[in-house]
Structures are given as C-alpha cells and as structure tokens.
C-alpha cells in the first residue's frame, strides 16, 4: 500500500501497551493483588481461565521490547503504571521495587530517544481498595491522588506526558454494570458513583501532577459514535441515550464543567436518588487539560429497546432503554466490531463542533483492530486486514485535522499481543506477535507498514 496518509511537521508517532496486558510478574518485587488478578482467577470470568501471571512478561522482557520500539521508530510509547506495584494495598508507602521497575523503563526509553507517557491507572485497581468499597465510594479517589502524587514525585523530571485515567467508561459500566469486567458487578446507583469518583479521582490527580510540574497531562477517553440505526423519534433518543451514558457523562463535566442534560432520561431513579455529586465537584473536575487522549476502534448503531430487566428487583446502569444493531455491508473484524474508517473522522469534527475552543488537543492514545494473523512457514506474520485497518484509520484521521480538528499525535495499539481482559490471550492486537509459550517476539506485515509511515515523515 503506497499511498501512505501525511502528516504535519511535528505530529508524534507512538505506540501503547498497559500494565495488566503485559507485564506479568504478578507476585514479585512486592506487588499486591489488582481487581483483575481476582478477577481473572474465578472461575469462568475469562475465555479459557486465562489470567495475566505472565502476560508477555514484559517485566524481564522490557528491554527487548524498548528495542523493537527503536526499531519501528516511534517519538512516544504510551505504558501504564501498576498501582499494586507501587502500593500493594493501594495506600501506605511506597514499594521501591515497583517505583524501580517504572524508573529503569523511563531510562530504557530514554536512552533509546523515545519520550515516555505514562498512563496512571488502567484498571489495575489494588483488590485492597477494591473490599473497601472501590471507585463507588470517593476514598478511592483520595487513594488515587496519594498515589499519583507518589509515582509524579519520582519519574515527572523524565516523564513529560501523564494521563491520568484510561477509558474510565470500561472501568465504571463495564466493571460496576455490566459486570464483564473487574471487579465484576452488576449494580446501578453505585456504578453511576463509580463513574463520578473516577471523574473526581480525575481532577484530584491533575493537581497533584501540576504540583510536580509535568509537562503535559491529560484523560485518555473512549468516546463512542453512536448513529441511530433509523431516523424514528424512539432510535434517536435510544442514541442520545447511549451518547450520554458512553461520551457526555465524561466529556460534559471534563470539557464544559457541567452534567448532562440528558442525565434523568437516561438513567431516571438511579441517577436522580444519588448522593455523590457534591458541590464543587464540577470545578475539580473541569480543571484545563493540555491534551484529551482519544481511543476509537468502531462505530455504534443503536435503535429503541426496552429496559431490559433479568430480576424485576435489580436495575443496572446500563439498562437504559438502547441496544446496539449489526452495522450493515462491513468487514467485521476478529472482535466481530464493524471497520467503518470515516467515522473517525465524523468523531473527531463532532467533538470539535460540540466543544468548540474548549476541546483542547488531542492525541490518539488508542487505535488499532485484532485481526487473524497468517504465520507462515518461514515465520513471518502477515497481517494484511490491520494494514488495510491502519491506513484506513490514519486517513480518516488526517481528514478530521484538515477539517480543522487538532491532533497532535497517533498511538498504534497495540505494540505487542496480549491478554485481552475477559477475551484472554484469543484475541491478537498486536502489531508484534507474541508466542505465549515461548515469549518470542516477531514483528508483523504491520509493524513493518508503520515502520515505514513514520520514516516517510522523518525525511
């Protein structure tokens, strides 16, 4: 594919991984339990029972893996800190083996010319904080700025980008709601508490990285594109319904300072009978940004549904009246989500029209697809449906600069294959093929494709 995408003079090329996906080393050098560890250990929360013990015991492994980041070229690796391995009950001291650990990569990446950003909580929560109530109740928020303040005072002198939160969507519905992922539960009022700690945690976090003096800091979000599957009165509000739990619960209070208007439509009684929201919350909450960090995948058709109620007793967050319809005529990928390139672009201007100057820079923290990849005899990975993917992409989002959205960056994810939450080791992100048994590393067609991108703009 030679029609490779441009981009401006300064745009930053990285690649992304997270702690849980890839470290492993899930009992040494003093890191406690995380919300996935037990998660990942019950029986039946994960395809196959698969956990992250070793991952791809990047752990040992990292500089192997700094060499590859060498290699491909990238100005940035995105990584996530563990919080087990900085406080293994997620309070107290320090573990100086952890902070070691975080230390010895920044320098890796350092010397190898590559500008670390670190990602301060990608669901790894210590299963400690998790029995004492986890992000529903708002101590957790007060732990979280304790420990950011911990990790900033040790690596914010190399460090220059922070995020605060990664997709806190996943960590709120999907953890507290739907209950696919850690800690597992399905509630309702609490979930809507959780979504609101993390946003306090959030803005707790922001000051103690402006006290440490970091260069830039930011939230990575996943917003969705929610399209209603027709234009009927009912879908369009199922679509307001499903942008609000997924995009304005998160963008409305970080970008605008408020909650969205759609909030008791959305989620009725739950929301309305809450307590967390205290004042000047929304002040905490709303403090300036240097970046917003973007992860899209795929589109959303959404029509009208009915609440959907297993036990007439218990009504979850998520119940909210839309359900997600087979996007028609697209390639689907191994995850079966949609490959729809342009909506990336209607993302991007959408979140610019509706936030106008507020909507700071942005970066792509997150983008990418799991794909079949063909091994073949010689060894070599090809992966010509991610190539196609990542071009697509990188396209549809050099439209969205030219229609006047600014980004400043693009993080491929993933550099490695790696254990895909409650999918397990099934499904392959990686633009480096990670043989579990063996721990061999072996760069794909799209490793090499992006390889190529990026020295295409280094002249």
Known sequence: MSDLPVFPEGFVFGAATASYQIEGAANEDGRGPSIWDVYSHTPGRTDGGDTGDVACDHYHRYPEDVALLRDLGVESYRFSIAWPRIQPTGQGPANQKGLDFYSRLVDELLEAGIEPAATLYHWDLPQALEDRGGWRVRETAERFAEYTAIVAGHLADRVPRWITLNEPWCSAFLGYSVGRHAPGAQEGTPALAAAHHLLVGHGLAVKELRAAGVREVGITLNPDFNVPATDSAADRGAALRADTQHNLVWTDPILAGRYPASDEDTWGELITRQDFRLDGDLDLIAQPLDFLGVNYYRPTLVADAPHREPDPA??????????????????????????????????????????????????????????????????????????????????????????????????????????????????????????????????????????????????
């Open 314 to 459: 218990v009504r979850v967050a998520t119940d909210n009246r839309y359900a997600e319809r087979p996007w028609p005529d697209v390639r689907r990928n191994s995850m079966g989500w949609p490959v729809v390139p342009e909506t990336f672009t209607q993302l991007l201007t959408g979140l610019k029209e509706r936030y106008g100057d507020a909507l700071p820079p942005i970066h792509i923290t997150e983008n990418g697809t799991a794909e079949h990849d063909e091994v073949a005899a010689d060894g070599a990975v090809h992966d010509a449906d991610r190539v196609t993917y990542l071009h697509d992409h990188l396209t549809a989002l050099r439209t969205a600069m030219d229609a006047g959205v600014d980004v400043r960056g693009y993080y491929v994810w993933s550099l490695l294959d790696n254990f895909e939450w409650a999918l397990g080791y099934a499904k392959r992100f990686g633009i480096v093929r990670v043989d579990y048994d063996t721990q061999e590393r072996t760069p794909k067609d799209s490793y090499h494709w992006y390889r190529k991108l990026i020295a295409a703009h280094r002249g």
